[in-house]
């Protein structure tokens, strides 16, 4: 007879507590931790932080008997054709389940930043590009691609979205964020997880909590801030994530708060994120975040008392690989310095969320290991959503002399060292930056078009030339990158072959920006943080050399952060932003430059005008603002939620259904918008919140809603916002408890954050008691275009 954890018909949480009731100690801990297979055998550099320092072999023969509860990365770690990958998963699998006496299989975790980490697989734009497409539609329908090419090789787990607010750009993993407001950041990345549990991926959301808010933007900082920063700037997108997204994990942050390591903070893990919020997934730890208690924060002596540490706190699962919750914690456990109930607590959300993915089922089995079929994880359907998405997180900054679009027969200088680089176009996170930078004798695995070569194609009736210019920013490019014969010439012959190319040019198209890469590996990038806001290398000094010929210089930057570009302000004829826009990204880019493609993106984040103005958001109280208190002027040149388009809108007949709305109720919010240019466009309608008055300091203003609005030549749409009285709440009291209070309120109605892009301004006051709200607040100002 089948025990009641094999019957499907009962609660997921009633077959775990039964089978967690007949599993021996070693059982229980063989589901709590994972292994890395290939970690320490990879040639080249850590794709985790001191990965071959901390991660030790294992002998799974002497695992595997008792369990397990992860694989880390079979994709992610080697490059692996995707056919045979899929048949070398499944006979370990097998292997796994023949091994331990209830045949339990392990859930297998891989990145997905920028689509599924893997060789072969799409390579869609980093999240900064979400969060500059303003598209939380578009972002969701990625990612369910996404999520159905990891499902189709048996994996189960997703370590994305990153919800991290930006708060200072030099902080090296600004390229993972999706931007520096929290509305923003909430509503891409909620679509996200929504987009990746709907193809049956846990998705994971992290870093909770405060990772980007570290001191000096350094990574793995410690953060000090105060709780009501944390309760407005930082929580929101993981409320938002788990409540309307329903994601099903959380990855704790490295970083200590206000001196306590998150992966050793029951307050935060525990009595916030279940207690509070009601969150009933696993907890996961960052790649050796638990040994980091031991050996970065200095908190545990032992890996023993650092799973102690971690496991009260709330720390459900140790990746990437087993050091502390296997032998270290069951000595702990046996010696009575461990309470067994909370190896109990963990596993029981663990095989709780095998169930619910069917991997506890009797029917379950690992895919066949027959002869590998062909697996396509870069099918055209899956290149075309990245194309759409590249296209519209390309934002135009300026195009003060009318440049673009270019002439379709003009003489074109194309330079800069990532003109002709296919790895200008992507992120850290990317499997060719993040594993195949190490495997330079295997080709890249998908087609990336460079910039160079897209405009060719877009523009066949141009004359085209090319220069450098100067060196690849960061440390030197690997053999077989940028054009041949290249190294060879010194820095002065590269200016001088630029300043020509440009001098016998109608127009100079100068391609700037990054390279990415991990632990200092890249000038964009996990561990790659920057002193300041200047263009990296010589990248400055080349754009003076190409303004000095006289030939209109328009600036494409392909990067993984927002620069300082003040120095050439009204100098250049155009700038053109995009955030390392993926495999898609030179056509579209190119699109953009030629005209096929109308500009529609927006600034996730803030453009600074000086290198040392940081570090700087738009959700600033007023003296965070220019002021005669201080001698710096912290104004950036182009603000949060800019962009241009290639026709121009009017927004017309501002109105609300009542001027007068209760502490707990809403109104409607409209006006019209019209397209009255000779192109078709899309205007992205923002709404910002202004408290005239309240008990503490408050930004000047702050995102509410927003929409794109799609528009022929001539057309009109109404735009109606539903805004409630929650969406004005903020954290009054020092342990960040939210308040709605009564008064008057501005709704304004803007192009972005700036005061002198506010359309219209629709005045409300709220009436009513004051009332204390919470997590079920409501959350999303919803938009409609009619």
């Not at 379709?408 to 060719?432: E, N, Q, S």
């Not at 005061?755 to 919470?774: F, K, N, S, Y």
Request: aromatic share 6%.
């Amino acid at each position: 007879m089948p025990h009641p954890w094999q019957d499907t018909s009962l609660p997921a949480e009633d077959r775990a507590d039964d089978l967690l009731s007949l599993m021996t100690l070693e059982e229980k801990l063989a589901q709590l931790y994972s292994v890395w297979p290939g970690s320490q055998a990879q040639e080249g550099e850590d794709v985790a932080p001191l990965q071959h320092e901390v991660a030790e072999d294992v002998d799974l023969d002497d695992l595997l008997p008792h369990g397990l509860g992860q694989l880390t990365r079979p994709f992610g770690t080697a490059p692996v054709d995707p056919a045979e990958g899929a048949a070398a998963l499944a006979r370990t699998q097998a292997r796994i389940t023949a091994a331990n006496r209830f045949g339990i299989p392990a859930l297998v975790h891989e990145e997905c930043l920028t689509g599924f980490t893997a060789w072969h697989a799409t390579v869609f734009p980093t999240p900064l590009a979400w969060g500059a497409s303003f598209d939380p539609a578009l972002v969701e329908r990625a990612a369910g691609l996404i999520g159905g090419s990891m499902r189709s090789v048996g994996v189960h787990q997703g370590l994305s979205p990153v919800l991290d607010v930006v708060r200072d750009a030099r902080w090296g993993r600004t390229e993972e964020a999706i931007g520096e407001d929290p509305y923003l950041v909430a509503t891409v990345g909620t679509a996200y997880v929504r987009g990746l549990e709907s193809a049956g991926i846990v998705a994971t959301l992290k870093h909770f909590a405060g990772y980007s808010a570290s001191r000096g933007a350094r990574n793995h900082a410690p953060v000090s801030i105060g709780p009501r920063e944390l309760a407005e700037v930082i929580l929101p997108p993981f409320e938002m994530a788990l409540r309307d997204g329903g994601a099903r994990s959380v990855m704790h942050s490295y970083n200590d708060l206000d001196g306590v390591p998150s992966a050793a903070n029951p307050w935060l893990l525990t009595e916030l994120l279940r207690e509070r919020w009601g969150f009933t997934g696993t907890v996961v730890a960052d790649y050796f975040g638990v040994s980091f208690l031991e050996l970065a924060h200095h908190v545990a002596d032992s890996p023993g008392r650092a799973a102690a540490l971690a496991l009260a706190a709330g720390v459900d699962v140790e990746l990437p690989a087993v050091r502390c919750y296997g032998t270290p914690l069951r000595n702990a456990v046996r010696a009575g310095e461990v309470p067994e109930g909370l190896v109990d607590r963990a596993v029981r959300r663990v095989l709780t969320q095998k169930c619910e993915l069917g991997l506890l089922d009797p029917d379950w089995s690992p895919e066949t290991a027959d002869a590998p079929q062909a697996v396509d994880l870069d099918p055209p359907a899956m290149r075309a959503v990245a194309r759409q998405l590249a296209e519209e997180s390309v934002v135009l900054l300026a195009n003060d002399r009318d440049v673009l679009p270019l002439a379709p027969a003009a003489r074109i200088a194309v330079v800069g060292p990532l003109a002709d680089d296919p790895a200008a176009m992507l992120g850290c996170y990317t499997f060719p930056r993040h594993v195949g930078i190490e495997h330079p004798e295997l080709p890249m695995g998908v087609e990336v078009p460079t910039l160079l070569a897209a405009l060719r194609a877009e523009l066949p009736d141009a004359r085209i030339s090319h220069a450098e210019g100067c060196a690849a920013p960061g440390p030197a490019a690997p053999a077989g990158s940028g054009s041949a014969g290249a190294a060879a010439l010194t820095a002065e012959s590269r200016l001088a072959q630029a300043a020509r190319t440009a001098a016998d040019a109608e127009v100079c198209v100068a391609v700037l920006g990054d390279r990415s890469g991990l632990f200092g590996r890249g000038t964009s990038g996990e561990g790659c943080d920057a002193a300041d806001l200047e263009l990296p290398g010589e990248q400055g000094a080349l754009l003076d050399t190409l303004l000095a010929t006289g030939t209109p210089v328009v600036l494409v930057l392909l990067t993984g952060r927002p620069y300082a570009l003040g120095r050439w302000s009204g100098l250049l004829a155009a700038t053109v932003q995009a955030f390392f826009p993926g495999e898609e990204g030179g056509p579209a880019v190119a699109g953009v430059l030629g005209g096929r493609v109308g500009p529609s993106g927006r600034l996730p984040v803030s453009v600074p005008a000086a290198p040392g103005g940081q570090p700087w958001t738009y959700l600033q109280p007023p003296l965070g603002h220019r002021n005669d208190a201080s001698t710096v002027d912290p104004t950036p040149l182009f603000p949060f939620g800019h962009g241009l388009t290639y026709t121009s809108f009017t927004w017309d007949r501002p109105g609300a259904d009542a001027a007068e709305v209760p502490t707990d109720g809403e109104t409607t919010v409209r006006l019209t918008v019209r397209n009255t240019g000779e192109r078709a466009g899309t205007e992205v309608v923002q709404l910002y919140l202004h408290d005239p008055v309240a008990r503490t300091a408050r930004p000047v203003v702050r995102l509410i809603g927003y929409t794109r609005v799609p528009l022929g030549p001539g057309e009109s749409a109404e735009v109606h916002f539903t805004f409630h009285a929650d969406l004005a709440s903020y954290p009054a009291d020092q342990d960040g408890t939210r308040i709605v209070e009564p008064g008057a309120l501005e709704l304004r109605f803007a192009s972005s954050s700036a005061e002198a892009d506010v359309r219209h301004t629709v005045p409300l006051t709220l009436t009513g008691p004051e009332r204390r709200v919470d997590h079920r607040r409501r959350l999303v100002c919803e938009a409609r275009v009619k």
